[in-house]
Nanobody, 124 residues
Framework: LQLVESGGGLVQSGGSLRLSCAAS????????IGWFRQAPGKEREGVSCISSSGSNTDYADSVKGRFTISRDNAKNTAYLQMNSLKPEDTAVYYC??????????????????WGQGTQVTVSS
């Protein structure tokens, strides 16, 4: 299984970006997917997760109401729509697969495969 993130970039505060996580080598429809981020000098933190069917989602408090996770299993791709971006959202964003159907929280060790990350920079 390989995961490739895309869609990152530089955006002004208040702007939007849509991240994609494309999978190859295995079907994603059996697995929960999480989005994480890591800012310089900080630990990797969970942002959002979605169950294998897409029926259940979870968000970190810091992004609730601004970010939306979704998936298209037919395209083997997950997405993270990020609106009302703030400078503190600046980080490398990673998607990850959990070998389970349901979100198991945001513990890094719960996730089995990771993408290489995509940089998101929000200017003030």
């Amino acid at each position: 299984l390989q995961l490739v993130e895309s869609g990152g970039g530089l955006v002004q505060s208040g702007g939007s970006l849509r991240l994609s996580c494309a999978a190859s080598g295995s079907n994603l429809d059996r697995y929960a997917i999480g989005w994480f981020r890591q800012a310089p000098g900080k630990e990797r933190e969970g942002v959002s997760c979605i169950s294998s069917s897409g029926s259940n989602t979870d968000y970190a408090d810091s992004v609730k109401g601004r970010f939306t996770i979704s998936r298209d299993n037919a395209k083997n791709t997950a997405y993270l729509q990020m609106n009302s971006l703030k400078p503190e959202d600046t980080a490398v964003y990673y998607c990850a697969v959990d070998y389970g159907h349901y979100c198991s929280g945001f513990a890094v060790y719960e996730y089995d495969y990771w993408g290489q990350g995509t940089q998101v920079t929000v200017s003030s």
